[in-house]
């Protein structure tokens, strides 16, 4: 009996420092497992490709998508390049601004909201010369499906930082 009872007794005092192993090493595969997330970006960086890698790789989806001929994909490849170049034009636009440590001008004002639209409404009616009926309708809907799904994600961003906003509101009121 008393060789039984020694055997468990060694067994138990053998266990804590198994556990105590087990839960730094949970601890520290939960570290790693956190630290790669945060450096793993969603998607790729467009910031590195030029407007005429953007203008082609854009193209290159619609055709799928569309089932383009040649002609119609040096068309939008045109019009896929002209729309980068602004992009990437106001994408530095923007960068400059941050260097500096300005914050540009009213985002939403009705100026730029009016010359976006203007824009919208050009590239539309460019896409409807270039496509027939039926890859219209389709791209049409590809866009609406874009808007929408960008609409969703602007409003998700947009209560994540009411909510960031609102706990450090409460935070400096318990103080």
Known sequence: MKNLETKNKSLIGNKKPMRRNLVIGGFMALLTVGAFAQNNKRGFNRS?????????????????????????????????????????????????LREKG???????????QKSRLDAQLVRQESMKKILNEDQYETWKTTMKRKGDKMKKQGKRNMNNQNSKGNRVN????NN
Not at 102 to 112: H, L
């Open 170 to 173: 409460k935070r400096s009121n």
């Open 102 to 112: 300005e914050k540009p001008a009213n985002r939403n004002s009705y100026d730029k």
């Open 48 to 96: 590195d490709m030029t407007p005429d890698q953007m203008a082609e790789l854009q193209t290159k989806k619609m055709a799928l998508n569309l089932d383009l001929t040649d002609a119609q994909q040096k068309k939008v490849y045109d019009l896929n390049k002209e729309q980068a170049i602004v992009r990437d034009a106001k994408r530095k636009e923007m960068q400059a």
